[in-house]
């Protein structure tokens, strides 16, 4: 007898798909044919999937895999679910709602499944499912291994690009930044369009500090996962905050609009107000209706000389399956299409980054986007990925401060030893203060 249970919960942050399936109890695939557990295909099972979103907006969802979902599954049915205030994961998780599939960023992850009674070792459904893993890109499949286990699946990515406006450049004759340059090449292109025209001042070179230091070439951690301390209290790190956050800073002007601003910069200031030539962000801002008035390209992001090539640690989102799924296969046919040749090839047309080796598909990446005619190949392909660092729970408590004391570096209130060892005495503090909960 078919048994079908359906389950749902209104919630925000965390992308859930809940399925409700007729079984066959695995001795048929439907057709009256024997069929092994082993090969069965559960995509034409009737199922209910409810898709609890992180943030995105239905129509973002459906624009990136909902459609096509649908289309591919026509026995399932799809119910989207965005996540609110008051609906939380841990609501979730105390009410015993079911939840199959949960949908994240990498930087969230962490707090959202991979902490939580949620988390789930893949490795067992890829090898029933056949699932060829060599098709990855590595780097992203070890950014998702660095939780401890195959707790998910990479199915668009990001990472960091240089933006630059190329309004600025043209107004100052300076030629356009190129793909491959060094770091020490962008900082001196960066001093060049850094000045003060007509009381407007120009920023040559604004990082989001933020992103280029967790995103950083050499996987440098915040936190030291062995014991839970900051990381960033030594040469190395040190070398790495002189050389992206402090060295664009020291010329004339930079230092007064840091201040002025009481804050490094933002997304704003380069999409809206318009006075940084080149900022450095997590590839995506291209989809901010601000790009529509806005004369911009992009290069890849430099480059150390003692790490040539390495460019940034990927910044996938990923599709998870939960521990207390009871749809486990069912979910991981929803996987295998979303990463499919197929669909990744979709996704790569629009101007998601894909996930996969396949050199077809990232030579069709943004053909059929707006953006289509910029730099967006040479851009996001051009540098070797960076292994992922090793992210904790603890991170949050140490980049509030390490922002904080880096803005009273640039702007001189503090040197950058006082600074680093102010950043690490609070984290220790938050993160004790934390543990004791």
């Given at each position: 007898m078919m048994k079908n249970r359906?389950?749902?919960?209104?919630?925000?942050?965390?992308?859930?798909?809940?399925?409700?399936?007729?079984?066959?109890?695995?001795?048929?695939?439907?057709?009256?044919?024997p069929k092994s557990e082993q090969t069965r295909s559960y995509a034409n099972e009737p199922a209910e999937l409810v898709i609890f979103s992180p943030a995105a907006p239905e129509e973002v969802w459906n624009e990136r895999f909902g459609d096509a979902l649908k289309k591919k599954f026509p026995n399932y049915k799809f119910t989207y679910i965005l996540r609110n205030?008051?609906?939380?994961?841990?609501?979730?998780?105390?009410?015993?709602?079911?939840?199959?599939?949960?949908?994240?960023?990498?930087?969230?992850?962490?707090?959202?499944?991979?902490?939580?009674?949620?988390?789930?070792?893949?490795?067992?459904?890829?090898?029933?499912?056949?699932?060829?893993?060599?098709?990855?890109?590595?780097?992203?499949?070890?950014?998702?291994?660095?939780f401890g286990g195959l707790y998910g699946f990479p199915v668009h990515s990001g990472g960091l690009v240089l933006y630059y406006n190329k309004d600025i450049f043209d107004k100052f004759g300076v030629a356009y930044p190129r793909d491959g340059m060094m770091w020490e090449e962008a900082i001196e292109l960066g001093k060049i369009l850094t000045r003060n025209d007509n009381g407007r001042q120009y920023i040559g070179l604004g990082p989001s500090v933020d992103h280029v230091l967790s995103m950083n070439a050499y996987s440098l951690p915040l936190i030291d996962k062995s014991t839970l301390k900051p990381a960033i209290n030594n040469?190395?790190?040190?070398?790495?905050?002189?050389?992206?956050?402090?060295?664009?800073?020291?010329?004339?002007?930079?230092?007064?609009?840091?201040?002025?601003?009481?804050?490094?910069?933002?997304?704003?200031?380069?999409?809206?107000?318009?006075?940084?030539?080149?900022?450095?962000?997590?590839?995506?801002?291209?989809?901010?209706?601000?790009?529509?008035?806005?004369?911009?390209?992009?290069?890849?992001?430099?480059?150390?000389?003692?790490?040539?090539?390495?460019?940034?640690?990927?910044?996938?989102?990923?599709?998870?399956?939960?521990n207390t799924s009871k749809y486990k296969d069912q979910a991981m046919e929803v996987i295998k299409y979303v990463t499919s040749d197929e669909h990744q090839m979709t996704l790569s047309k629009k101007g998601y980054i894909p996930v996969l080796k396949n050199e077809s598909i990232k030579k069709a990446?943004?053909?059929?986007?707006?953006?289509?005619?910029?730099?967006?190949?040479?851009?996001?392909?051009?540098?070797?990925?960076?292994?992922?660092?090793?992210?904790?729970?603890?991170?949050g408590k140490v980049n509030g401060p390490l922002l904080k004391h880096i803005t009273n570096v640039i702007t001189g209130e503090e040197d950058l030893n006082t600074a680093l060892r102010k950043v690490e005495e609070e984290a220790n503090k938050a993160i004790d203060a934390e543990m004791k909960r």
């Open positions: 359906f389950f749902t919960f209104i919630g925000r942050f965390t992308v859930v798909i809940v399925l409700l399936t007729a079984c066959n109890g695995g001795k048929t695939n439907g057709t009256g044919d205030n008051t609906n939380t994961l841990e609501n979730m998780i105390t009410s015993g709602a079911q939840v199959d599939l949960i949908y994240d960023s990498i930087g969230n992850a962490l707090n959202s499944v991979v902490t939580t009674e949620m988390r789930y070792d893949l490795s067992e459904l890829v090898k029933k499912h056949n699932v060829d893993m060599n098709r990855f890109e590595p780097a992203l499949v070890d950014a998702v291994r660095q040469e190395k790190y040190k070398k790495l905050v002189e050389t992206l956050a402090i060295a664009p800073t020291q010329v004339n002007g930079y230092k007064e609009q840091v201040a002025a601003l009481k804050r490094t910069f933002n997304n704003n200031d380069f999409m809206k107000d318009k006075f940084i030539a080149m900022f450095i962000m997590n590839f995506g801002l291209q989809s901010q209706k601000e790009f529509e008035t806005l004369n911009w390209d992009m290069a890849s992001l430099p480059v150390f000389k003692d790490n040539p090539g390495v460019g940034t640690q990927p910044y996938p989102n990923l599709l998870f399956v939960t990446f943004a053909q059929e986007s707006g953006f289509k005619d910029k730099n967006v190949v040479k851009a996001v392909f051009t540098n070797k990925l960076a292994p992922s660092n090793v992210r904790t729970k603890y991170d």
